[in-house]
Every structure is written in C-alpha cells, then in structure tokens.
C-alpha cells in the first residue's frame, strides 16, 4: 500500500498502512551498496570466469524531510527531470479524508557529505480533475524523455498537449544531438543537484494505468507532464 521510486541506488518508499490500518505519512529511503573484495594475485592472463567476491549491504533510513504532507495509501510515486531539478511526486492514494485527488511535488537533492536524499524545497499541492483524480491502488510507470517523444509521434491529442520547451527537447533527442543513455554519453553530460545525469533517459513525465476507486475498476491510460 506504500509507493516506492529510485534513484541511483537508493529506494524511496512513503506512506502506506500499517497492520492497525494506520495511514502514514513517513518516507523511508534504503541504500544498497557493493564493496569489492580485492582478488587474489594470479600469474594468469585470462579473464576470470566469475566477478571478484565482496559485499552487499543494505541500510535503512528516515528522511524527516521528506515526510510526506499527509498520510497517504495506496498511491505512487516517481522522480521527474526538470531542467537541473529532480522532482519527487506522489499520485493519487486515499487518506483519511477520502480519496487524494492531487499530486504532492517536491524537488530533492542529495547532501554531498552524507549522501542521504533531501528535500530540497517546499512541498506544492496540484489538484487533478476528471476520472484521473478519483483512483488508488494504479499503477505507474516513469517515462525516458525518448520515450515520450516516440508516443507523441503516434498520439496528436497528447503532441498537442506538451509544452513547446518540452517538444523542443523531445525532437533534437530523434535527431540525435542527445546522446543515448551510454556509458561513454553519460560520462559527459551534465551532472544535476541530485547526482543523476541529464540525458535522453531521464524521465520527464509518467503512465498512470489502471486502478480503482469507490464504484469501479479502472483499465484506462493517462499521461502525467
């Protein structure tokens, strides 16, 4: 009943319910690292058959700041790119007073000592409207910028419906200029505050698919710019 969205290698998980039927507002985040055990010294040239042996840990901890601004269940959540922010959102959901018909946004970055994940600024409400705005318990999907420039090539309504400063982008990633998400391209595009790279992969916008609310199921798609 709680969201999850990544970024690098740390998971974001907000709200949900607990086993009292509680709905929460906190924000989790778990970290994964890999630490490499150094591998013995060999006479051989050839390239091992297997990767070095090493360790992998988990750790779990609270972001105070990223608190969510009320309890929230059932909803999702995703990071979007803007210019050189990264914005965190979480989507629909219920709460204790009904159905959460908005759209909660925050940017984030990450401390550069700690390199915990941050709010990085105030929270904004947007309140959705339509069938959109009445549903939990859907499902999200980030999208690449790439990818939403190949929709639009197939949906006029939704080509119609982006910003200008969006499509401009969208098109020089067709023609090209944009490097592809490489690790030779990424290594010379630009970093942004939360320590992710600008490039055709960042996702830009998300699918909301499905769901329900209190008189239906739901099997229909939206796009959220």
Same mark, same amino acid.
């Given at each position: 009943?709680?969201?999850?969205?990544?970024?690098?290698?740390?998971?974001?998980?907000?709200?949900?319910?607990?086993?009292?039927?509680?709905?929460?507002?906190?924000?989790? %985040?778990? $970290?994964?690292? @890999?630490?490499?055990?150094?591998?013995?010294?060999?006479?051989? $040239?050839?390239?091992?058959?297997?990767?070095?042996?090493?360790?992998?840990?988990?750790?779990?901890?609270?972001?105070?700041?990223?608190?969510?601004?009320?309890?929230?269940?059932? !909803?999702?959540?995703?990071? &979007? *790119?803007?210019?050189?922010?990264?914005?965190?959102?979480?989507?629909?959901?219920?709460? @204790?007073?009904?159905?959460?018909? @908005?759209? !909660?946004?925050?940017?984030?970055?990450?401390?550069?000592?700690?390199?915990?994940? &941050?709010?990085?600024?105030?929270?904004?409400?947007?309140?959705?409207?339509?069938?959109?705005? $009445? +549903?939990?318990? !859907?499902?999200?999907?980030?999208?690449?910028?790439?990818?939403?420039?190949?929709?639009? &090539?197939?949906?006029?309504?939704?080509?119609? +419906?982006?910003?200008?400063?969006?499509?401009?982008?969208? %098109?020089?990633? &067709?023609?090209? *200029?944009?490097?592809?998400?490489?690790?030779?391209?990424?290594?010379?595009?630009?970093?942004? *505050?939360?320590?992710?790279?600008?490039?055709?992969?960042?996702? %830009?916008?998300?699918?909301?698919?499905?769901?329900?609310?209190?008189?239906?199921?739901?099997?229909?798609?939206?796009?959220?710019?």
């Amino acid at each position: 009943m709680q969201s999850f969205c990544s970024v690098g290698n740390k998971l974001i998980v907000s709200g949900g319910r607990d086993i009292d039927g509680n709905i929460l507002s906190d924000t989790w %985040v778990l $970290t994964a690292t @890999y630490t490499a055990t150094a591998p013995e010294s060999t006479t051989s $040239t050839s390239t091992p058959a297997t990767p070095p042996a090493g360790s992998f840990a988990l750790r779990w901890e609270k972001s105070g700041s990223l608190q969510l601004p009320k309890p929230s269940c059932a !909803h999702t959540s995703f990071l &979007q *790119s803007v210019g050189e922010d990264l914005l965190f959102h979480t989507v629909g959901g219920f709460s @204790y007073d009904g159905l959460a018909g @908005y759209i !909660h946004s925050c940017a984030i970055s990450t401390d550069t000592t700690t390199g915990a994940i &941050q709010r990085a600024g105030n929270w904004t409400t947007k309140t959705m409207s339509g069938k959109v705005a $009445t +549903r939990f318990g !859907h499902c999200l999907s980030a999208l690449p910028r790439a990818f939403l420039a190949a929709l639009t &090539q197939t949906d006029a309504k939704l080509s119609r +419906r982006i910003p200008a400063s969006m499509k401009a982008k969208m %098109v020089s990633v &067709q023609q090209g *200029s944009v490097a592809p998400a490489t690790e030779t391209a990424e290594s010379s595009a630009p970093t942004t *505050s939360a320590g992710r790279r600008a490039d055709s992969s960042a996702a %830009v916008a998300a699918i909301v698919f499905g769901g329900v609310d209190i008189e239906a199921d739901f099997n229909d798609l939206w796009v959220l710019i």
